[in-house]
């Protein structure tokens, strides 16, 4: 796997307006009044604008190419599309953004007028992710999307008219009211759809969202009761690894599923830690710091920075980014993490040329002893999570900080939200 340094940029752009707050939902978006759109992308602007000196203020590279762009939030097409194509001119202003990069856009089914994607299209969107989450229309307005299963169709047609073919659907495992037949018509629909990814993500209950509070606290409200069990959302899970599998489908990643070479390049930074500039409502940037050409790599620092979750206090700049520097231990248990994520895994000669025998030498043990539980298979190279061990993920990951002496989980952030674990970027 390929790692820092990396002299090429992936920008993220978050939007966080949405037209209706869906119960699953923890990110950092919400309905806000339309009259705060302009003022969210001036604040936008002034950030890709001061990013550089932001950057050598702080002391990090901030590569001027830029290969890959994610625009998610939140509904991105909720903006006018003039402050749309402001944005993308915007950016095109600021970096050398490559003749081939990847822009994606998550879009909510139903959400995206005619003029906006004439937008979208013209300044070379080439991705669009839509957040379908069920095509049971039950389940989908239960869980408070505004969308049938019509309106996706819909606008499948309609992207791959404006000549976008490129295209992800969100599913969700574990929304109240799902069984395991309700689960095959999505995944039918979904291989009907002809879509070249899929993610699917296994219902995250924490006190972020409002069904995750019911779940854990009581209350009929978001129907929590209709919440499939632990089990029965890892065998959806689990049917819908093979069922993509048997379609060309692959897994490449414990969320995420591609035909060949159709996995999204903006989010595999994230896994292959590579750099990426985060701007707007709670995003993330990570950046490697300056170093001079004769400094070794291996004692080399990366920055992580975080903007704060309240439109506000980022509207009105009354909260500066969150950074911390992360050692080079910490991106070695990074590494792991977010290795072991991919299913190309985590090879130890490349660990090792990066960070030295020392620091990967009990991280080690802890692989083989994972292996020996069945949940890491290794073929003396390379260490992948089995089966098993996707299901279990976040505790094959708190393996690694107890091996390392961390004794609080660390969650490289993901920007634009992201499954327990981290990195996984949504679609709204
Ligand atoms: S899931 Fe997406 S569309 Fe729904 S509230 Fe959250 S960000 Fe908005």
């Known amino acids: 796997m390929r790692v820092v340094p990396d002299d090429v940029l ?23 009044p339309a009259g705060e ?16 000196r932001w950057a050598a203020l702080i002391g990090v590279d901030l590569p001027a190419r830029v290969d890959t762009i994610y625009f998610g939030g939140g509904t991105p097409t909720l903006l006018e599309p ?61 869980s408070g999307r505004l969308h049938d299963r019509a309106a996706v169709e819909q606008d499948l047609r309609r992207l791959r008219g404006a000549g976008i073919a490129n295209m992800n659907v969100d599913l969700i495992a574990g929304l109240a009211g799902q069984t395991p037949d309700s689960w095959e018509s999505s995944l039918d629909a979904l291989l009907a759809s002809g879509v070249n990814h899929a993610s699917v993500y296994m219902l995250e ?9 019911e779940l854990l606290s009581g209350g009929a409200r ?12 890892a065998e959806m899970y689990t049917r819908a690894v093979e069922r993509l599998a048997g379609a060309g489908i692959s897994q490449y990643e414990i969320s995420n599923f591609s035909r060949p070479g159709c996995e999204s390049r903006h989010n595999l930074r994230y896994w292959q830690r590579r750099p990426y500039l985060g701007i707007g409502l709670d995003a993330s940037s990570m950046l490697s710091a300056r170093r001079e ?26 909260e500066a980014p969150e950074t911390s520097w992360l ?50 298979e290794t073929d003396g190279g390379t ?46």
Not at 293 to 311: F, G, I, M, N
Request: aromatic share 8%; charged share 25%.
């Open 383 to 428: 260490f992948r999570l089995t089966a098993q061990g996707r299901l279990l993920s976040n505790e094959v990951f708190q393996e690694f900080l107890a091996a390392s002496g961390e004794d609080r989980i660390v969650v490289a952030l993901a920007n634009g939200g992201s499954d327990e674990a981290g990195l996984v970027p949504h679609s709204a």
């Open 10 to 32: 992936g920008i993220y752009v978050s939007v966080p307006f949405c037209r209706s707050k869906c119960t699953y939902c923890n990110f950092a978006s919400g309905v806000y």
């Open 37 to 52: 759109h302009a003022r969210y992308v001036d604040r936008l602007a002034a950030d890709l604008d001061g990013a550089p």
């Open 82 to 142: 003039p402050l749309l194509a402001r944005l993308l001119a915007s950016i095109r202003n600021h970096f050398k953004v490559d003749s081939d990069v990847e822009i994606t856009v998550e879009c909510a089914p139903g959400q995206l007028p005619d003029e906006a994607l004439g937008v979208l299209a013209a300044a070379g969107v080439n991705r669009v992710s839509l957040g379908v989450q069920s095509f049971v229309d039950r389940e989908a307005r239960g």
């Open 293 to 318: 050409a004769d400094e070794p790599v291996a004692d080399k620092y990366v920055l992580r920075s975080s903007t704060t979750s309240d439109l506000r206090a980022y509207l009105d700049e009354t």
């Open 205 to 213: 209950v924490d006190e972020y969202s409002r069904l995750g509070r």
């Open 327 to 376: 050692s080079p231990a910490r991106q070695h248990e990074e590494a792991w993490f977010l290795g072991l994520r991919l299913n190309t895994g985590v090879n130890i000669e490349e660990l090792e040329g990066e960070f030295g025998c020392a620091l990967v030498e009990p991280a080690l043990e802890t692989a083989h002893r994972l292996a020996g539980m069945g949940l890491l």
């Open 222 to 233: 978001y129907r929590a009761a209709l919440v499939p069990t632990e089990d029965a959302i």
